[in-house]
T-cell receptor
Framework: AQSVTQLDSQVPVFEEAPVELRCNYSSSVSVYLFWYVQYPNQGLQLLLKYLSGSTLVKGINGFEAEFNKSQTSFHLRKPSVHISDTAEYFCAVGGGADGLTFGKGTHLIIQP | DTAVSQTPKYLVTQMGNDKSIKCEQNLGHDTMYWYKQDSKKFLKIMFSYNNKELIINETVPNRFSPKSPDKAHLNLHINSLELGDSAVYFC?????????????FGEGSWLTVV
């Protein structure tokens, strides 16, 4: 069984400030981890993924995430956010025909 | 070219009607999915097909019937629509056996039942 917990439903951040969106997972099989972003009224876009190897993963739009096996975490970070980063961010675990198990999402709100 | 395309994007219909959402992918993938996103943005898998065979059928009312005529298409038919069916439905695809099996999503179909 797999599950994902996104600890914050909403994160307000000032523009140009750093941000961290938290994600913890539980999985009994090989761990593949993903972050997706959903802009208002749009579909899901892959930000980055961890499959194996280096625990620091870089993605699009300046985002990165770090896989921490001992803490079962995969937190998403960006050193300086922009208004255009306002969106819903989803952490997910899994892959294959079983699909992905998603967290409940974190709404990132950028304040000017 | 859109990788995963679904139509219609917006659909408003009355309770009791039957409707279909179509999905096509041009990525050459052999696995396709339907996900439902509720009003609280929660995403949950409904079905997955691999090479036109049903792999996952989550606890979904049997009013929902997926149909996969070929590997590139997975349509979703909904009978006797209810108010609670209002949601965003996402089609997605991936390639079985690819490490990590990255899943690519369509733009979503916003269904409103009135």
């Amino acid at each position: 069984a797999q599950s994902v917990t996104q600890l914050d439903s909403q994160v307000p951040v000032f523009e140009e400030a750093p941000v961290e969106l938290r994600c913890n997972y539980s999985s009994s099989v090989s761990v593949y981890l993903f972050w997706y972003v959903q802009y208002p009224n749009q579909g899901l876009q892959l930000l980055l993924k961890y499959l194996s190897g280096s625990t620091l993963v870089k993605g699009i739009n300046g985002f990165e995430a770090e896989f921490n096996k001992s803490q079962t975490s995969f937190h998403l970070r960006k050193p300086s956010v922009h208004i255009s980063d306002t969106a819903e961010y989803f952490c997910a675990v899994g892959g294959g025909a079983d699909g992905l198990t998603f967290g409940k999402g974190t709404h990132l709100i950028i304040q000017p | 070219d859109t990788a995963v395309s679904q139509t219609p994007k917006y659909l408003v219909t009355q309770m009791g009607n039957d409707k279909s959402i179509k999905c096509e992918q041009n990525l050459g993938h052999d696995t396709m999915y339907w996900y439902k996103q509720d009003s609280k943005k929660f995403l949950k898998i409904m079905f997955s097909y691999n090479n036109k065979e049903l792999i996952i059928n989550e606890t979904v009312p049997n009013r929902f019937s997926p149909k996969s005529p070929d590997k590139a298409h997975l349509n979703l038919h909904i009978n006797s629509l209810e108010l609670g069916d209002s949601a965003v439905y996402f089609c997605a695809s991936s390639q079985w056996g690819d490490t990590g099996n990255t899943i690519y999503f369509g733009e979503g179909s916003w269904l409103t039942v009135v």
